[in-house]
């Protein structure tokens, strides 16, 4: 018996959309903001106890988040995490952004498996993160040349 392509893949999207939500799995798929980018105002790189890390670039102009991208090393529901929590980065001011929880990060995903909620801890907290180094990076221009070498742990 031969399986088309296109069937194969509506089998696997069935059975994910068994643990995860439509908006996890097109995140997850699909990622939005994925990539570096080049000249950023705020960057983090923060490592999971799992091990996965997930990195963050911001472009932001009168404290206003006009840009986020992020890459990660992790799974899906990371990827997921690091897609929803660029997307809703967007267009706030920094104050709002460093609001944003793990718990606002699995709301907007439509919830994850109990063993998969860390995913959006590591995305909320690279977002503050990278919020931290633009604010560093404003008050204190020089640390830009540490950049390269900022990774934290959670
Ligand atoms: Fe560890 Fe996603 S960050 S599995």
New binding site residues.
Partial sequence: MTIKFNELQEYIKNRMREVYSETVIEHATNPKNFGNMEDADGFASMT?S???T?EIWLKIKNDIIIGATFMTD??G??IA?GSMVTEISKGKNIKEVLKISQQDVLDALGGLPED?Q??AL?AANTLKEAISEYMAVKRDPWKMAYRKYFRSRI
């Fill in positions: 999971s799992c091990g996965d997930m992790g799974c529901t990371t995490s998969s860390h995913c590591l």
